[in-house]
């Protein structure tokens, strides 16, 4: 059994209640049908019934929840809560009402706040920003963490590296150049993740162009530094080093060689990228050369899971978010 089909499996055992606000896609519709037909989790689709018949073509939904906003019995309960949240910054409840209304993405994150839904997963065709902001302005940060950041589990196949070809990459979704506290705190965070999922141990790398002194330079720096701080408060027992290049971090000949007294050297299967731009870069290479499977940009660090999806994501992979999302839903 594969990883994702694990994850599917657990989520099937402790059926979660995901929100799919992109009513517009017909990929939101082709993924339903299949999440409805394998029992991973119910789901509830955001939309009015005339918009539902429009888009969602030949595929069968008929055993999601279809919630219109304009006419949902429970709108004036979520706009009251939603002033409540946003007084501070001046949201009025005329302005809630439209918002409510109008943006399924803040309704989803509502239904989730409200406990009527324990996730949402949206992004086929919304930006990264548009999916994350109301997250962050009506779910917030998880107790004890200090930064929202993302990863994705990436299933690589015909490989012994990393956990029998899974890693967690992070982050390659939203911190566009984190200094060295935030990226510690990345680091830490998809140390927890690739355990919460893969249930292995997490052997983390912090990747650099640099192993261990090899070069020198500000951004190197950064990530020795980030090192250090991430060592300091890491939990009993977590294997976490840098800096490392790629093949030093995964490849045990290599890893060997280059950094001979590293516990971590040529065993990773978390790999902590510098910044947005190797991060991006370094996921979408493996999944095109490699034919990896690559699912998220997975949110860590949020109160209640929200997910974002890659615009150019297919049907399959939204089915794998959201048995991810069902999953860590249990846990958060």
């Keep these: 059994m594969g990883f994702i089909d694990e994850i599917k499996a657990k989520a099937k055992a402790n059926k979660k209640t995901i929100v799919l606000p992109e ?4 990929r939101t519709y082709e993924a339903a049908e299949a999440i409805l037909r394998d029992g991973t989790a119910n789901l509830v689709i955001i939309g009015s019934d005339e918009e539902i018949a429009a888009n969602k073509g030949m595929f069968d ?9 304009k006419t949902f019995a429970k709108l ?3 706009i009251d809560k939603l002033v409540e949240l946003r007084q501070k910054k001046g949201l009025t409840k005329e302005e809630a009402t439209k918002l409510l209304k109008e943006n399924y993405l803040y309704f989803g994150v509502m239904m989730v706040k409200m406990g009527d839904a324990d996730g949402m997963v949206s992004g086929a065709c919304h930006s990264t920003a548009d999916v994350l902001r109301p997250s962050l302005q009506i ?3 998880k107790p004890g963490t200090k930064l929202v950041s993302t990863f994705f589990l990436m299933e690589v196949p015909d490989t012994s590296l990393g956990s029998d070809g899974t890693f967690v990459f992070s982050d390659c979704g939203l911190e566009q150049n984190p200094d060295a506290e935030k990226l ?10 690739f355990r919460t999922f893969v249930r292995k ?8 162009h640099s192993t261990k002194g090899s070069a020198k330079h500000p951004d190197v720096d950064k990530v020795v530094e980030a090192t250090k701080i991430a060592q300091a408060n890491k939990p009993e ?3 976490i080093d840098g800096e490392f290049q790629l093949d030093a971090a995964i490849i045990p000949e290599v890893g060997a060689q280059k950094a001979p007294d590293s516990p971590v050297a040529g065993r990773a299967n978390v790999l902590i990228f510098p910044d947005l731009d190797a991060g991006n870069i370094g996921y979408k290479l493996v999944q095109r050369f490699a034919k990896a499977e690559a699912y998220g940009p997975i949110t860590q660090g949020i109160a209640a899971p929200v997910n974002d999806l890659s615009r150019g994501c ?3 992979d939204i089915e794998g978010v959201v048995a991810i999302t069902a999953v860590q839903s249990m846990v958060d």
Excluded: R
């Excluded at 939904?61 to 906003?69: H, L, M």
């Excluded at 141990?201 to 650099?208: E, N, Q, R, Y």
């Design 314 to 316: 297919s049907a399959k």
């Design 201 to 208: 141990d997490p052997v983390v790398a912090l990747l650099s």
């Design 76 to 78: 004036d309960a979520y």
């Design 184 to 193: 510690a705190s990345i680091a830490l965070s998809a140390a927890e993740s």
């Design 23 to 26: 009513s517009e896609d017909i």
């Design 61 to 69: 939904v008929t055993g999601a929840t279809i919630i219109d906003p």
């Design 139 to 141: 779910l917030k940060t």
């Design 237 to 239: 027992g977590l294997l």
